[in-house]
C-alpha cells in the first residue's frame, strides 16, 4: 500500500547521529527528520521509526508532512486508532491535499469506518475515475450496504479499464451466492419427559434481490405423540433495509393451522437500528404458535410478543441484554428478561473458544398448574414460571480441522436456578388445588453439538444435538439440514 510520494519523501541514508539529549533536537531541521524516518521504512524497521518520531514530533506537531508521515508509521504499526488521529491533524493543516484524504481512506477501510471512506471517496472520485483501487473500494462497499446495482457497476468499470483483471472475482462470486436462490430442507425429531414426541419436516426458501426485496417463504409440519395431533405453520418474510437510517425491518405473515382446532394468523414486525458501529437496538411485535406442552397440540394455542434488546461489541467481548411481554387469549402475561456477555473468539490453532455469563428472570401473572385426579400437578396448557431465575456459565467451542468441516459446541450451565414452585392443597376427595409456593432449586442445562460439512458453495449439511434440562422437563433434539444454493 503506497501512503507518501517519493518526490516528499527521500529515501537518503539516516543522520550519521542522533541526539542524547532531546535538547538538540532543535539542531536538526524537518527535511532531516523526515529523511530518517523513511530511511527506516524502506528496511521495514517500523518500531525504529515510530520511536525515532516519537522523539521529535514535539518540535514538528503543525507540520503537514509530519503529521502525515507520523500516520503512517502508526498504520505500520498496527496503531490504526493513533494513526487515525494523525491523519485527522495532518488533514486539518492542509485540508485540499487529494492524496493525503485517500491515504487516509485506506486506513478508514482497513477500520470498518465505510460510511467515512464513502464520504472522501465521494469527493475525488467521479464516472471517469479509473483507479482501481479505490473502484474497487467502493464496489465492497456497495455490496455490503445490499446495493448490489451500484457495486456490479463498479466492478463493470474495473472490467472497463482492465477487461482481464481477476481481482474483482472474489466479489463477482459473493455477489452471485447472495443472490442465487436457495432451498434449506430440516428433518427435525425431539423427545421430553412429559412425556411427548414430535416428527417435524421445514422447509425455508428464499432470494436476495435487492435492499428491499429480500423474501422467504417457511413451511413447517408437525406430528406429535402419543395423542397423534398434526400441526402447519406457513409464513412468509421480507426483510427491508433503509441504509440512510441504518434502520432493518423484518415484517412476516401467515397462518397456523391445528388441525384438532382453528387456523389462526402468525407474524409480526421487528425493527433493527444501528446506533454507534458496535452497538444496535432491536424492537418488536410478534404473534407465534407456541407447542410446548402435550395440552398446547390438541387446540390452536398462539402467543403475542413485544420484546425489545440491546446488542453491543467491542474487542473484547459481544453483550445482549433483552425484555420480552408475552400476551396470551386467556388475559394472562408473561415477562422475562435475559442478559448475556461472552469473550470474542480466542483462537489456538483451529479452535476457536468463548466464555461468558447468562442471567434469566421469567415471572407469570397467572400460574397455570393443575392437579390431576391422583394429585399429580402439570402446566396446561403452557408453562408458567413465577419468579423463575437462572444464574448461567457459557462455553462455546469451534473447532475447523480442514476448510469444508467445522464442529462446534454450545454450553450453557445455571449453576444457580431457583423457582417459587406451587404445592397442593387437597380441598375435597378428587379436588387438589395449589396452596402456595416454596422455593425450589434446580438444574438448568444445555448442551448444543453442531457438524457442518461445506461440499461446495452450492451445498451445506448442517446436523444439530440439543439436551435441555429445565425445571419443567427433559428434552433430546436432533435435527438434519440441507442447504442448497442454485
Known amino acids: 500500500m503506497l501512503f507518501l510520494n517519493i518526490s516528499v519523501f527521500s529515501q537518503d541514508k539516516p543522520l550519521k547521529s542522533t541526539p542524547k539529549k532531546d535538547s538538540f533536537s532543535s539542531e536538526f ?3 532531516d527528520i523526515l529523511k530518517t524516518t523513511n530511511y527506516y521504512i524502506t528496511r521495514k524497521e ?6 525515532f518520531l516519537s522523539k521529535f514530533y514535539n518540535h514538528f506537531p503543525e507540520s503537514f508532512k509530519v503529521n502525515w508521515l507520523y500516520a503512517h508509521v502508526l498504520y505500520l504499526n498496527d496503531d490504526k486508532t493513533q494513526a487515525e488521529d494523525k491523519f485527522k491533524k495532518a488533514i486539518f493543516i492542509s485540508p485540499k491535499n487529494k492524496d493525503l484524504q485517500l491515504d487516509y481512506a485506506r486506513v478508514l477501510y482497513e477500520l470498518g469506518k465505510i460510511d467515512k471512506v464513502e464520504s472522501i471517496l465521494s469527493k475525488f472520485m467521479d464516472d471517469n475515475s479509473k483507479n482501481i483501487e479505490f473502484l474497487l473500494m467502493q464496489a465492497h462497499i456497495s455490496f455490503w450496504k445490499g446495493n448490489l446495482k451500484k457495486s456490479q457497476k463498479k466492478i463493470a468499470k474495473i472490467h472497463e479499464i482492465y477487461p482481464k483483471t481477476e ?76 441504509d440512510g437510517l441504518k434502520l432493518a425491518a423484518n415484517v412476516t405473515g401467515g397462518v397456523y393451522k ?7 394468523w402468525v407474524g409480526g414486525i421487528n425493527f433493527t437500528q444501528k446506533l454507534t458501529k458496535n452497538a444496535s437496538l432491536n424492537l418488536g411485535y410478534s404473534k407465534k404458535s407456541l407447542l410446548g406442552t402435550i395440552a398446547s397440540t390438541a387446540f390452536n394455542l398462539t402467543t403475542q410478543n413485544v420484546f425489545g434488546g440491546i446488542d453491543y461489541n467491542n474487542k473484547l467481548v459481544v453483550f445482549h441484554a433483552g425484555y420480552n411481554h408475552q400476551f396470551f387469549e386467556d388475559e394472562n402475561t408473561i415477562k422475562s ?19 461468558g455469563y447468562g442471567y434469566n428472570f421469567s415471572d407469570a401473572k397467572d400460574i397455570l398448574f393443575i392437579y390431576n385426579n391422583e394429585g399429580i400437578g402439570i402446566y396446561d396448557p403452557y408453562f408458567t414460571p413465577r419468579e423463575q431465575q437462572i444464574h448461567s456459565g457459557l462455553i462455546i467451542l469451534n473447532y475447523k480441522p480442514f476448510n469444508k468441516l ?5 454450553t450453557n450451565y445455571g449453576f444457580k436456578a431457583n423457582v417459587k414452585n406451587p404445592y397442593p392443597l387437597k380441598v375435597a376427595a378428587n379436588n387438589t388445588e395449589i396452596g402456595g409456593f416454596y422455593d425450589e432449586e434446580f438444574t438448568s442445562l444445555e448442551f448444543n453439538g453442531s457438524i457442518k460439512y461445506s461440499y461446495s458453495n452450492r451445498f451445506r449439511i448442517d446436523a444439530n444435538y440439543v439436551y435441555q434440562e429445565t425445571f419443567f422437563y427433559k428434552r433430546n433434539n436432533v435435527n438434519l439440514g440441507f442447504n442448497f444454493t442454485f
Open 29 to 31: 531541521k524537518e527535511e
Open 46 to 51: 517500523y518500531k525504529k521509526a515510530a520511536f
Open 337 to 355: 428478561v435475559a442478559s448475556w456477555i461472552v469473550s470474542q473468539p480466542i483462537k489456538i490453532k483451529k479452535l476457536n473458544f468463548q466464555f
Open 406 to 410: 467445522t464442529l462446534g459446541t454450545k
Open 167 to 242: 481481482i474483482t472475482k472474489s466479489l463477482t462470486d459473493q455477489i452471485e451466492v447472495s443472490t442465487a436462490f436457495h432451498i434449506k430442507a430440516i428433518f427435525e425429531y425431539q423427545s421430553d419427559t412429559q412425556p411427548m414426541d414430535y416428527l417435524a419436516e421445514h422447509i425455508a426458501l428464499g432470494q436476495y434481490q435487492s435492499r428491499f426485496l429480500n423474501f422467504k417463504l417457511e413451511i413447517s409440519n408437525y406430528n406429535f405423540l402419543p395423542k397423534k395431533e398434526q400441526a402447519l405453520i406457513i409464513k412468509l418474510s421480507n426483510e427491508f433495509y433503509f
Open 258 to 264: 391445528n388441525f384438532s382446532g382453528k387456523t389462526d
